[in-house]
């Protein structure tokens, strides 16, 4: 029998990795399609240290969204169309069995506190114009 906390972490995992790919399937931000006219870019850190690994989301009240994986110094580009955006942080999922249980632990370099991972959630947001923009989002595990 397998512990409820294994299978809520595993639950959780695939929720985010589907979130993730619904987010850069749908039109919105993406780290590379073509036709749009903004371009966002920053870094993650969580309590003042780049943030490894994750992905960050994005979702607007008109539906747009999209995403961007973090690069191992915290950093991020993506594209996308113009507007307010709120943010989510998600952790890297980890690669599961037949029956959806980790099959390996992934190496994390810090917990992102739930908080973060939930647009409702996070508090995050972001305003995209036309053009470049930047925006870093420092988390804390308070």
């Given at each position: 029998m397998k512990s409820p906390d294994v299978v809520m972490?595993?639950?959780?995992f695939l929720l985010a990795s589907l979130l993730l790919v619904v987010a850069v399937a749908l039109p919105g931000c993406s780290s590379g399609k073509e036709g749009h006219t903004?371009?966002?870019?920053?870094?993650?850190?969580?309590?003042?240290?780049?943030?490894?690994?994750g992905s960050l989301l994005?979702?607007?009240?008109?539906?747009?969204?999209g995403g961007a994986m973090l690069e191992p110094d915290g950093t991020f580009s993506l594209r996308c169309k113009p507007g307010i955006y709120q943010v989510a942080v998600v952790p890297p999922t980890p690669e599961t069995g037949p029956e959806g249980v980790p099959v390996a632990p992934i190496a994390v370099p810090a917990d992102v506190p739930r908080k973060y991972t939930d647009v409702a959630t996070s508090m995050l947001?972001?305003?995209?114009?036309?053009?470049?923009?930047?925006?870093?989002?420092?988390?804390?595990?308070?």
């Open positions: 972490f595993a639950a959780r903004a371009v966002l870019s920053g870094q993650v850190t969580l309590d003042s240290q780049p943030l490894e690994t994005l979702l607007a009240p008109t539906g747009e969204s947001t972001v305003e995209v114009a036309d053009g470049d923009n930047s925006a870093n989002f420092e988390l804390t595990s308070r």
